[in-house]
């Protein structure tokens, strides 16, 4: 009979097994191991977060108000600081309603509302309360926290194999328990990305740093040839040039993340290449068949 290690495992490395049955899985052998604070995080994914979130769920996107008579316009800032502040919001649903979001938006963004407090900060700063603002986050960014999930949930599994601790079908001994004490939710989180690396008393340097096989210096340059391409296009922001700028802001704040999701950046560049190679790419005339070549360069096919 395996175990409840072993099925972990098996879950977590099948995408067919629904990221809520996973965690719902992780948590009752949490509970047998009587480790505590794994426990408390399955449940608050399950459940959803009431208060402070994970990094993985912190998620940026690009401010815009919703109006009565003009539709959905772009929002610009009186300042870089305030447009820091407010294009980044946590993200705290239950797993199964991003579940329910994924599969029910049809477009490359999902729009996320403020808290109170926050929506009024942010109509003071735009001088007026007459619209609705949201921040539209792109979808992928969003999937990357069912990939951050299920990445957590398969290296604890594996932690726990590798201290011994197996257990017989549904149960744990002693041992087991003491074992499975020594590894902590804090750690697994950390780990579920890799640490960017940061340059320090240097000066001139070009710093080339490879996440999962994507080269931080190309994805710059990527992210600035799209940003430039979008400047000199004569288009009035239609929805295909939104959608890639939304990618390309995602993919802006993963350069600049301390601790960047390469899930969350292949997913991005695999959006932004398909967005190029339709309607977009039409609108970029020239400029098209470079960036998609560089973005399949960032993917490596």
């Keep these: 009979m395996a175990s409840l290690v072993e099925d972990l495992q098996r879950g977590a490395l ?22 505590s604070d794994f426990e408390s995080w399955a449940r608050s994914e399950l459940d959803g977060y009431e208060n402070s979130v994970p990094d993985y769920r912190k998620l940026s996107g690009h401010v ?39 599969a029910q938006t049809t477009s490359n963004e999902i729009g996320m509302t403020y808290p109170p407090k926050a929506e009024q900060l942010l109509l003071r700063d735009m ?66 990305v890799q640490q960017a690396a940061i340059q320090q008393n240097t000066s001139g340097s070009v710093q080339s740093v490879l996440i999962s096989q994507v080269d931080l210096v190309a994805l710059r340059q990527f992210i600035t040839a799209v940003a430039d391409a979008v400047g000199t296009t004569n288009a009035t922001t239609p929805d295909a040039i939104r959608e890639l700028m939304a990618e390309i802001i995602a993919l802006r704040a993963q350069v600049e993340s301390p601790r960047p999701k390469p899930s969350v950046v292949k997913e991005c560049v695999k959006s932004a290449r398909e967005i190029l190679q339709g309607t977009a790419g039409e609108l970029l005339a020239q400029h098209a068949g470079t960036l998609i070549r560089m973005a399949t360069a960032l993917l490596g096919s």
């Design 14 to 35: 099948d995408e067919r097994v629904s990221i809520t049955t996973l965690v719902r899985q992780a948590l009752v052998c949490a509970n047998k191991l009587g480790v």
């Design 64 to 102: 815009r108000a919703q109006t009565q008579y003009h539709g959905v316009q772009n929002v610009r800032f009186r300042s870089h600081e305030m447009q820091e502040i407010v294009s980044q919001l946590p993200f705290g649903f239950p797993l199964g309603e991003i579940q329910q979001m994924l």
């Design 127 to 192: 001088n007026t309360q007459d619209v609705k603002p949201i921040l539209a986050v792109p979808k992928s960014s969003v999937a990357g926290i069912l990939d951050a999930v299920r990445n957590i949930v398969l290296n604890w599994a594996l932690e726990l194999e590798k201290r011994g601790v197996n257990g017989v079908g549904m149960s744990f001994s002693d041992v087991d328990r003491k074992q499975a004490s020594t590894i902590h939710i804090g750690t697994l989180i950390q780990g579920n």
